[in-house]
Nanobody
Framework: QVQLVESGGGLVQAGGSLKLSCAASGRTFSNSAMGWFRQAPGKEREFVAAISWSGGNIDYADSVNGRFTISRDNAKNAVYLQMNGLKPEDTAVYYC??????????????????WGQGTQVTVSS
C-alpha cells in the first residue's frame, strides 16, 4: 500500500523557518517525481515546489522562490521542504505528492498520482 506521510508543520512567527518532511512507503519512490502543494482556507490547491527523480531538475512557485528549498533523499524514500523567511500568506495545509515511476515533474497536480494527508503550517504576523 503506497503511502505518503508529511510531518514538520506547526505554528511559527513571521520570518521564522520550518522544515517539512514527507516519508514515502509501499514502494520505492527513487524513480518518481516529487512535489509540494499547499491549500489555504477558501483557496484552491496551488503548486509550491517540485523535484525530478534524480534531483537534477527543480522548480518553484514564484511566491516561494528564494525562500523555500526542496530536496530529496532517495535512500530514505523521503522528500523535504525547507521553508525560510515565512510570511503569513504562507499559511496553508501543505501536501506532499509523488508521480508514478519515471513520471516527469511538473507544476500541475495532474502530474502526481499519490498524495499525503497534509500538514498544517500557520505563520503568525
Amino acid at each position: 500500500q503506497v503511502q505518503l506521510v508529511e510531518s514538520g508543520g506547526g505554528l511559527v512567527q513571521a520570518g521564522g523557518s520550518l522544515k517539512l518532511s514527507c516519508a514515502a512507503s509501499g514502494r520505492t519512490f527513487s524513480n518518481s517525481a516529487m512535489g509540494w502543494f499547499r491549500q489555504a482556507p477558501g483557496k484552491e490547491r496551488e503548486f509550491v515546489a517540485a523535484i525530478s527523480w534524480s534531483g537534477g531538475n527543480i522548480d518553484y512557485a514564484d511566491s516561494v522562490n528564494g525562500r523555500f528549498t526542496i530536496s530529496r533523499d532517495n535512500a530514505k524514500n523521503a522528500v523535504y521542504l525547507q521553508m525560510n523567511g515565512l510570511k503569513p500568506e504562507d499559511t496553508a495545509v501543505y501536501y506532499c505528492a509523488a508521480s508514478n515511476p519515471w513520471g516527469w515533474y511538473g507544476t500541475t497536480s495532474s502530474r502526481y498520482n499519490y498524495w499525503g494527508q497534509g500538514t498544517q503550517v500557520t505563520v503568525s504576523s
